[in-house]
């Protein structure tokens, strides 16, 4: 497997498998993102750990409002989790909004 298939496939906080229903939440992210990637990789020093997140269509709706990033979850605790964590570097994620999807 491609490895940006297996990054869209799985929760970006717990690397479970994703279900049918997906859990997010977009983004804006203050640092470069080079545009030739689907998938940004972005350390999280304050967790721990690091998350991809998937680049926006730069013509879609939700980019002009100044979301730039869109993190797949599992579920609403995974959600939960990682919106304390992006909570924490605040500085890079200071726009943030809840995106639910049904696939
Ligand atoms: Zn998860």
């Known amino acids: ?52 997140g998937a680049i926006l269509n730069k013509r879609s709706q939700a980019f002009t409002e100044g979301f730039h990033l869109m993190f797949a979850t599992c579920s609403e605790i995974c959600t939960q989790q990682l919106n304390k964590a992006l909570t924490l570097e605040r500085s890079r994620f200071q726009k943030r909004t809840p995106m639910n999807v049904d696939t």
């Open 1 to 52: 497997m491609k490895k940006e298939e297996q990054i869209s496939g799985e929760c970006c906080w717990c690397k479970q498998p994703l279900s049918a229903t997906i859990y997010g939440i977009g983004s804006s992210y203050s640092e470069t993102i080079p545009s030739s990637e689907t998938f940004h990789e972005i350390p999280l020093p304050k967790s721990g750990r690091s998350i991809y």
